[in-house]
């Protein structure tokens, strides 16, 4: 195990595409997987029945994932018997193991080709994730876990998780904690913690302010000399630090308590206190990208307007060359550019097709990996051009990445058309 690497997690992973016939066996009362011979590898070769706690989840793109479920899966061996009683009756010994589990909201949405993924976590529970065929979700967790092929009809297993590959940065914290996976923060995070609060004591700064701070203690990186790095050294290091000040705060606001009502808990005050975290991690996130994309543009001499309002009240993230020449009907269109931001998209891209009517070739950017063909082909097709920090192109296939736009490219654009 890697400090900092998925190894940290998870002991072992296997993954298959699910056939008709175990699409079947999950939504139906069946409940159990035969002939799973690869799983020994990662949970064992018991005797007699284990009981394994579990988290269930089911992926896809048109909602947000939903609490993992609990429940309580079965690993058991059918022949131990007969092995103990010397073999069948020619005297062969065989291994029939079996994994049972319970009725799940997750499992009854399974169908034909969609991704089974079952991690064996550190602690000792499976963590059981359905992903939705061809959603990016299913891409995205073949990508973390490293499956490239999962064309056959049995399980892939993997079992070390120690190469540079698996070492935890930016994207895969986010796709870790989509599943509910809790990252802690880097160990350099505790080198600045003091720092930060001596700069803004024991609160949450605003996210432009604690922004400037995450790029101030990184003073070799400049947006002059590569865009997309920069972003995304800026973004890791902003994240890192966050979780870092927001798990020192937490950890005192628990120490308080939640004393208050007659039985001596403030259920609704640690119900609000714990909705505020959540909350807070969601928004920060995309307005930390909109002020490093500012930071980035005002450092390589590109014009902009943040947030401007344009036809029916629409507010895209950036207006280039700016608002004033947009709502200028002299001015080219061809020479203006839209960029929405969001760090992750799922359905929501659709959003900037209603943003900025004079300009018919929308951009986006986006820090997530891996989002499905499916996804970037309809993107395509509504004349939305995706743009993404160079280091995340290699999640995309070979055809995806001939039509994507990086942070560098992005730049040069929009400075050619002010």
């Known amino acids: ?92 010994m065989r291994w029939e193991y079996r994994l049972y589990f319970p009725d799940t909201q997750a499992t009854t949405r399974a169908v034909q080709g969609d991704l089974l993924i079952i991690a064996k976590c550190r602690d000792g529970s499976l963590l059981v994730l359905i992903a939705a065929s061809g959603s990016s979700s299913a891409r995205q967790l073949e990508w973390l876990f490293g499956f490239t092929d999962l064309a056959d009809a049995g399980f892939e297993v993997k079992e070390t998780f120690d190469s540079e590959k698996d070492r935890l940065q930016f994207t895969s914290r986010l796709i870790l904690e989509s599943i509910g996976i809790e990252v802690e923060p880097e160990p350099v995070a505790e080198d600045f913690l003091d720092a930060i609060l001596k700069r803004f004591g024991a609160n949450f700064p605003t996210t432009r302010e604690f922004s400037a701070f995450a790029r101030s203690t990184l003073k070799d990186v400049s947006a002059r000399d590569d865009q997309d790095k920069a972003l995304m050294a800026w973004m890791e290091r902003e994240e890192i630090l966050f979780r870092a000040l927001e798990r020192h705060l937490i950890a005192d606001r628990l120490s308080r308590g939640f004393g208050g009502d007659a039985n001596g808990v403030d259920v609704d005050g640690f119900l609000s206190f714990s909705l ?55 001015f080219a269109a061809g020479r203006l550019t839209m960029l929405g931001v969001k760090s992750t998209c799922k359905d929501r891209w659709r959003q900037v097709l209603a943003e900025a009517d004079r300009i018919s070739m929308k951009h986006l950017l986006t820090l997530e990996a891996a989002i499905s063909k499916h996804q970037t082909d309809e993107m395509a097709a509504k004349h939305v051009q995706l743009v993404l920090p160079r280091g995340l192109h290699d999640t995309y296939t070979a055809d995806q990445q001939a039509w994507l736009m990086d942070i560098s490219q992005f730049t040069e654009l929009v400075r050619s058309r002010q």
């Open 1 to 92: 195990m890697k400090k900092g690497y998925l190894s940290e997690h998870f002991e072992g992973v296997a993954a298959k595409r699910l056939s008709a016939v175990e699409a079947n066996v999950l939504t139906s009362n069946q409940h159990e997987f035969n002939g799973v011979r690869l799983l020994r590898t990662i949970l064992g070769e018991p005797e007699g029945k284990v009981f394994i706690p579990a988290r269930v989840l089911y992926l896809c793109d048109t909602e947000e994932p939903a609490a993992p479920e609990n429940a309580t899966f079965t690993w058991y061996e059918t022949r131990a018997g007969e092995r103990a009683r010397g073999g069948n009756k020619h005297g062969r």
């Open 276 to 330: 505020s975290v959540q909350n807070r991690r969601k928004s920060r996130v995309g307005l930390a990208l909109e002020n490093h994309l500012e930071f980035l543009f005002a450092e390589c001499d590109v014009r902009y307007t943040r947030t401007a309002v344009t036809e029916n009240k629409a507010k895209p993230d950036f207006i280039f060359p700016g608002i004033a020449e947009y709502r200028d009907a002299s």
